[in-house]
């Protein structure tokens, strides 16, 4: 029942070797990458993940204060069971410095509290819940991508205004696809729209016809997808093979990966919505980071694999800046500098350890209208970061007031939120 790669990944430069720092635990820096490697978010971070972490590793030289850096990579299969397994082997046996990606709402807050109360750092690339900030974070763990409720806000609000008000909501039946279709429900009625309908399907099932037939014929104007992974790629390839999209209806996907849209073809996924916080081809820092990452891995990178470069990168900065891997020390360095990174520019860690930057609404193009392989998405707006903070993602904080991050030894961290 466990499944744990080790990659054993050392990195080492030939010369130029710095002073051992005594700070330094076991004489390694060492990351895992605990992410979906074989289950139904394979694609959404999987192997892909543990490539950009890589490649950070390397842009630091291969080395944090004449200490070696090791990537370890564990495969959960998207059950929180096993990720909790995986944890506590790094924790007690491998004695892991900070863990990354996490892919999996079920599967972060499976880990999150062991993890977390260990006191080391946590970086939630690919569990996009809300659950791992606000009320619920701890003074080392910290949200590198925008959640689902700040995707929701900018998202749910653009297709309304244009006049898509009447919803059909085509839900996974499983725990990400009732947090998605909740969250899309409150969103599209604070925007003044209506579900007029919902399904629910099992998750992983390769036939989807019945469940796009209703949503087909409801007289819905946007179709919204509350699933993620294989589960969404299969709603996206049915419905275009039923020709939905292009008899009128609007598809939306809340949480999608940019290899969802390569594995089902623009022909299919044209005029779907969405949003990211990186697309490869926005600017030439994107697009060098993505041609070194399609060297390495075959494939462009998606946002997940970016937010673990950036995660990994600005972890490893900090270690350097403190001369410690000891979680609390290396947090606070990291909360303390702004994030400067293709990914990321100039933003700033909050105090309930969200990454605060800008997110982007995305529209799958036409096939004409794309140059090549993965130039998928048009840009239809950018959102600005404060814009998407939902209060029910902070525990309903509505106005300024004290809010604390907490670890087994108490409250580490205090200060002042206002939506």
């Known amino acids: 029942m466990r499944k744990v790669a080790v990659l054993g990944l050392v990195f080492a430069i030939a010369c ?19 992410t979906d490697q074989s289950g139904p978010y394979a694609d959404f971070g999987g192997d892909a993940s543990v490539t950009a972490a890589q490649i950070a590793a390397e842009d630091m030289g291969g080395m944090v204060r004449g200490k070696m850096i090791r990537i370890l990579s564990g495969d959960h299969q998207n059950k929180p069971e096993l990720a909790s397994t ?21 599967v972060s807050r499976a880990a999150r509290q062991m993890i977390s109360e260990a006191g080391k750092v946590v970086f939630y690339s690919g569990a996009d819940s809300g659950g791992t900030a606000g009320p619920n974070c701890f003074a080392t763990t910290f949200q590198w991508t925008p959640d689902l ?3 929701a806000f900018g ?27 909740d969250i899309l429900r409150k969103e599209i009625a604070a925007r003044g729209g209506t579900v007029i309908g919902e ?10 016809s019945a469940f796009l037939l209703q949503a087909q014929v409801s007289g819905a104007q946007v179709i919204g997808l509350a699933s993620k992974g294989s589960d969404a790629l299969t709603a996206m390839k049915q419905a275009g093979e039923f020709g939905i999209p292009a008899g009128g209806q609007k598809l939306v996907a809340l949480s999608l990966a940019l290899s969802n849209v390569h594995a089902v073809g623009l022909d299919e996924a044209q005029g779907l919505v969405s949003s990211t916080a990186y697309y490869w081809n926005w600017d030439d820092a994107s697009r060098a980071f993505a041609e070194r990452y399609e ?4 494939r462009k990178p998606g946002m997940v694999q970016a937010s673990v470069y950036s995660a990994v990168l600005h972890y490893l900065k900090a270690v350097q800046a403190s001369g410690s891997d000891h979680g609390r020390a290396v947090a606070a360095t ?22 605060d930057q800008r997110l982007f609404l995305v529209e799958a193009k036409h096939p004409n209208q794309s140059k090549g392989e993965w130039d998928y998405y048009s840009l239809l707006r950018t ?18 007031r004290p809010f604390s991050c907490r670890n087994t030894t108490g409250i580490l961290a205090r200060s002042e939120l206002a939506d």
């Not at 399904?199 to 989807?208: F, K």
Request: hydrophobic residues 40%.
């Open 295 to 298: 060297r390495r891995a075959g």
């Open 383 to 400: 959102i600005p970061t404060s814009v998407g903070k939902d209060p029910a993602a902070r525990g309903g904080l509505r106005v300024s």
């Open 334 to 355: 990291m909360r303390q500098a702004p994030v400067s990174d293709f990914f990321a520019r100039g933003a700033r860690i909050g105090a309930d350890g969200r990454l």
């Open 16 to 34: 130029g070797i710095a002073q051992a720092d005594a700070q330094i635990s076991d004489n390694e820096v060492r990351i895992g990458i605990l």
């Open 155 to 181: 998202m749910v609000r653009a297709v309304v205004q244009t006049g898509g008000k009447r919803w059909f909501l085509l839900t996974a039946d499983n725990a990400s696809g009732h947090e998605i279709a």
């Open 199 to 208: 399904v629910r399907h099992p998750s992983g099932g390769t036939d989807l």
């Open 149 to 151: 409720h700040e995707r």
């Open 86 to 106: 995986i944890a506590e082997q790094w924790l007690n046996d491998d004695h892991i410095d900070a863990v990354v990606d996490v892919t999996g709402s079920a």
